[in-house]
């Protein structure tokens, strides 16, 4: 089918969809194939940057979205350009031995074990909790790392409750700690870093990215982009790290980031900071990407060359919520018009 004929079937599909009620807060949804933007949609709504509300908003091609944690995914790959430069290091280094500062926690035992492959894959055993309490809540992990007056001592300093490696948990603290170790070995802050060395090089507009009160970025979900450039970086994954014929990002660390290393729930794994799961169509339908908070979602599906970015503002909606949108977009708008 014809991309543009595909396009105005979507876009009546996702008109009926609309008329359901199936996907409130529903503010952008981009689809890229052949490396070629091949649909998009704008809408208007309330939206928040990173808590703080921006009141009503038309969105467009040139309006900054929230990344939310799918900000965890573009460090997630950052890191692997800085690790091809020797600036941080590898994956079998041990943590605290990155941390002279904090030599009173590495002396204890058990956390020689943790390397930045726990790191990176999320699989710490540390004790972490900020999926099943609210943000905002002080009891939320991520809310109360914000709150410290030394965020990496308070990452650092978490109980040991589990073996390294043996099981995910969701923890924005793991990215604190690649966003740190980036400034660290680079010399730059991690926004300007990923500025240099990712998103200058992929064309990217303007961008922005949230800080904390003591001024460190927030690397977990600090990000936002314009949509269109969020669908370049989909595009650079599909291309193994290649863009315009130049090398970004390495090949081996593309694949590195999007290979399973633990599962985080039946159907879906975690690699180095990107999720990767199927769409449940006719022939099992194989993904990465990332997910934010409130409706954020990067998918790429090499099977089809396609690229699918979901901007919305659902933020006080639940998980479940949430995820329903997401469901109803990809299974009734965008896979039914988008084969391979």
Not at 11 to 23: D, H, I, S, Y
Not at 24 to 41: A, R, T
Not at 65 to 81: C, N, P
Not at 202 to 219: H, I, M, Q, T
């Amino acid at each position: 089918m014809p991309a543009i004929a595909a396009s105005s079937d979507t876009a009546e599909r996702l008109a009926g969809l609309m008329q359901t009620g199936k996907v409130p807060g529903l503010h952008v949804l981009l689809v890229s194939q052949g490396g070629k933007l091949v649909f998009e949609h704008y809408g208007r709504g309330a939206d928040e940057r990173l808590g703080a509300p921006l009141g009503d908003t038309v969105f467009g091609p040139n309006v900054l979205h929230d990344l939310r944690s799918v900000s965890k995914s573009v460090v997630g790959l950052a890191y692997g350009i800085a690790l091809a430069e020797g600036k941080v290091p590898p994956p079998d280094a041990k943590l605290y031995a990155q941390f002279p500062e904090y030599a009173d926690l590495a002396a204890q035992p058990g956390r020689d074990k943790i390397t930045i492959h726990h790191v990176l894959s999320m699989t710490l055993g540390l004790e972490w909790e900020e999926l099943a309490i609210v943000y905002g809540d002080p009891r939320n992990a991520e809310t109360a790392m914000e709150a410290a007056p030394d965020r990496y001592r308070f990452i650092l300093e978490r109980p040991i409750v589990g073996e390294p490696g043996a099981k995910w948990t969701y923890c924005g603290g793991a990215t604190a700690l690649l966003g740190r170790l980036i400034a660290r070995g680079t010399g730059e802050a991690l926004p300007a870093y990923c500025r240099r060395v990712l998103f200058d090089p992929l064309g990217f507009g303007p961008s922005d990215w949230n800080v904390g009160r003591d001024g460190e970025p927030r690397a977990a979900s600090g990000a936002r982009l314009l949509p269109r450039d969020l669908v370049k970086m989909g595009q650079l994954m599909l291309a193994n790290g290649s863009w315009n014929g130049k090398s970004v990002a390495q090949s081996d660390w593309v694949k590195r980031v999007t290979t399973p290393v633990v599962p985080t729930r039946v159907g879906r794994d975690y690699g180095y900071h990107w999720y990767m799961g199927d769409f449940a169509t006719a022939q099992p339908l194989h993904w990465f990407g990332g997910v934010g908070w409130g409706g954020q979602y990067l998918f790429v599906m090499p099977a089809r060359d396609l690229v699918v970015v979901i901007h919305c503002g659902n933020y006080q909606r639940s998980g479940q919520e949430q995820t329903a949108v997401m469901l109803a977009l990809m299974k009734e708008v965008v896979l039914p018009g988008f084969a391979a």
